[in-house]
Every structure is written in C-alpha cells, then in structure tokens.
C-alpha cells in the first residue's frame, strides 16, 4: 500500500471534520495493528505501518493538513507546502506508539512526572462476632515516609538541585534505530530531570525514609472476606514529595466453631433427638446479636430439612437489615438405650405397618421391582 494512492483520511480512517484527538486515536490503533514487531516477517505490515505513519505526519501539523487539504499529496511533491518530511518523516511522535505497547518509558513530555507512592497491602483476620458487630482497632505496618531532615526533596540541607547535563532537563534522551527516533529515560538522572548536588544523608537521596506507624482502622458491621478497606493517603511516600499511595487493607475472617457463613446468610447444622424430628418440637438458637431464636421443628422432619429463620443472619454492608440464619437438621440415633427404653422401642416395633416411613418402604419397593422379586 503507498501512502500516495489513498486518501490519507481514508486511509487512517476517519473523517475529513475530524479533530486532532480523533485521528491520533485512529493512528495509534491502527500502528499497533500494524507495527513490525507485532507482525514479524511481514512486508505488507511493514509497508501499512509506514504509509499510515505518513498519514498521520501530515494530518496532525495543522499546516501541513491545510496544504494536504487543499492540494492533496501534490502539495508535498518539489518541495510545494513545506513538506519535505512527507516521505523521510522522522516519526516525531512515535513515542506515542511505543508507550502504548511497550510501556511509559517509552512516552512523551519533557520531563518525567513524580511518580506517585507505591499502594501497600495488609491483611487482617478478624472473628466472625468482630465482622458481625463491626470492631475499631489499630494496626502497625513499615512504610516509606518523606523524610523530614529534606523535606522530601533528597538533597542535603543547605543544597539544591539542578538540571541534568545529559538530558538538559528534560528526563528523556532520544537514540536513533534505523527509521525510528526513540526516546529513553535518561540513564544519568533516571528520567527525572534533576541532579541532586548532594544528597540527604538520612534518606540517601530518596527523599523518603522506612518507618513504623499505628493506623486507626474502623471495620464496620457486615464485612466478608475479600472485603477491602482503603486508607487514602497512608501507603508508601512518592520519591522526592511525590504524594504518597494508599493502604489497602483485605479483611479475613477466621473459621467459626458452629456458624458457616455465606454472604449475609449463617447457617449451622443442629442434631435433635428422633423423638423430637418423630413428634415435633422445638430449638432454641442463640445468635450473634446474643437474641435467641427458637426454631419450630414439624413433626416427622427428616436429617437433611433446612429451617430458614429470616433477619437472624449478618448485616448487610453499609446498608439495612440482616440476612437470614439457616438450620439444617440432623436427626441423631440414640447410642445408649435403658432397659426400659429398649421395651418401649421393641413395643413400637411389633406395631409398625410400614406407613411410618414411606421413603423407606418405597424405596424396597423399588428395589424388588427391580430385580422382579
């Protein structure tokens, strides 16, 4: 494809009327479709990345665009327009490109900006009653902060900084790579601009020093595991009086000896007696709050039945109301009989008829059907 034969709207296309934040969108994702590296070994990407890096050279001076909308590519051809760039461009702005795809280090602007301070990470287990009730507490943790003796700013007192001779201050230097003009970080003031004349001696020219310090979190009421806490400003310092990051705090609750927790709904397994899942009864279940709920247990319940007791479960976060506690009965056979007990059960026996217990008898039933017994 040769940048002389299409159109260069339609070739990056896009609109004639289109702005200059339009056709760079358009360039930018047509070259990453189309950059060598993606594409190794293939001639036909080469040449669309070229032509449509030519377009783009045009379209985003706006002298050039007013003479190219005028004349069309004529006005690039015997030095007409001023376009002597139309066919050797210098991809002035290929740093765009190459910061999509390879990164930052590779973007534009003249000097580095500060980089913010790193977020942290802390992990906090709490009990299944401190998540119920919500719980305020403190926690310690090492964190990078400015350092006072500079006032973040990494050099000594008394001494400043200035301007890189490498770089002239702009953070960047730029090396040429066959067609390509690229910029780098500059290796002498790593990117930032600036030379420190001589650097803080408690800090070592960081502008920032590792310390421990107590943080008051609140977990409120209603919070899972995974829940996250975020403190605003309390992560690690920016190098230099970068403002600092943030502190994340993952909430993990500990295992609980008889709830089982999913969302705002608890849930817990209760054995009754089988006199109790034979003639009906009931339970009662303390919960988190320390109210009681008693349970109504119908007479024949099965091992298995789940009883639903509604708004005796877990906050709901930051809103309204509780979830729902969850009983699942577990009919237990009795290990120790008396002699008397025994009788009676002996006595029950002989008066079975087999209607008692239907999914029993159904199921024999089945089985002979079965096996045509």
Request: hydrophobic share 30%; aromatic share 6%; proline share 5%.
């Amino acid at each position: 494809m040769s940048a002389t034969d299409i159109d260069y709207y339609e070739m990056l296309g896009v609109e004639r009327s289109a702005d200059g934040a339009t056709i760079k969108s358009a360039y930018r994702k047509l070259a990453m479709q189309y950059h060598p590296d993606r594409n190794p070994g293939d001639a036909e990407c080469e040449a669309k990345f070229k032509a449509i890096g030519q377009a783009y050279e045009c379209l985003k001076d706006p002298q050039k665009r007013a003479a190219y909308d005028r004349f069309g590519h004529a006005a690039f051809q015997q030095g007409m327009g001023g376009g002597g760039h139309a066919h050797g461009q210098d991809f002035g702005d290929i740093g765009d490109i190459f910061e999509t795809i390879f990164g930052s280090a590779f973007g534009g602007g003249s000097r580095q900006q500060a980089r913010r301070g790193a977020d942290m990470r802390y992990d906090m287990e709490i009990s299944l009653e401190d998540a119920f009730h919500g719980k305020s507490t403190e926690i310690e943790v090492e964190v990078s902060q400015t350092c006072e003796t500079c006032d973040g700013l990494g050099a000594a007192p008394g001494t400043g900084v200035r301007a890189c001779n490498l770089c002239g201050g702009h953070g960047k230097v730029r090396a040429k790579q066959g067609f390509f003009v690229v910029e780098r970080p500059c290796p002498n003031c790593h990117g930032r601009g600036e030379v420190i004349e001589k650097p803080c001696s408690d800090c070592r020219g960081e502008g920032r020093i590792d310390v421990a310090q107590s943080l008051a979190v609140d977990i409120p009421p209603g919070v899972d595991t995974g829940t996250r806490i975020r403190l605003s400003g309390k992560g690690e310092a920016g190098p230099r009086g970068a403002p600092p990051g943030d502190l994340y705090i993952f909430v993990h609750i500990r295992r609980h000896d008889v709830f089982e927790r999913e969302g705002t709904t608890l849930a817990t397994r209760v054995p009754i007696s089988f006199t109790t899942a034979a003639l009906g009864g009931s339970v009662d279940i303390p919960d988190m709050s320390g109210e009681t709920n008693t349970i109504d247990i119908p007479a024949g319940i099965q091992s298995g039945r789940q009883l639903r007791k509604r708004g005796a479960g877990m906050p709901i976060l930051q809103g309204r109301g509780r979830g729902d506690l969850v009983v699942e009965i577990q009919v237990e056979t009795p290990t120790k009989l008396t002699k008397q007990q025994r009788e009676i059960l002996c006595q029950f026996r002989e008066t079975e008829t087999g209607d008692e217990c239907p999914q029993s008898r159904g199921f024999f039933d089945k089985l002979k059907g079965a096996f045509g017994a």
